[in-house]
């Protein structure tokens, strides 16, 4: 009965201490984060006429409608609207996504082409 007590008394403190937070300790809220975009594979070597599924996605988790891909530079490598990415040429290339959210922000990835 005492050791129940214990517990029970101390959930409750622990249960006050998790509420809210400030801007300097936002207690895992995400609103105060800069936004950022991941993309994978990233850093990766692959080979002439290969086609990769690219990814991106919005860091803190965000709702995005619409990636734009790109890939430079545009004469070793193509990328369309979906993220496929098709290498055409020897060379380092930089594959990048953004999105409206709703701000612009994108993000990149070094991929090498053998």
Known sequence: MGLF???????GALAAGCSGGTPADDGGNFATEEPR?????DGVEIRI???????????????????????????????????HLVAGARGEIEVQACANIPQRICGRAPITIR
């Open 37 to 41: 975009v991941a993309i994978a594979p």
């Open 49 to 83: 006429g290969d086609t990769v599924r690219m990814r991106a996605w919005a860091m803190p988790p965000r709702e995005v409608a619409t990636w734009l891909w790109s890939v430079t530079p545009a004469d070793r490598a193509t990328v369309d609207i979906g993220g």
């Open 5 to 11: 007590r214990f517990v029970a008394l101390a959930g």
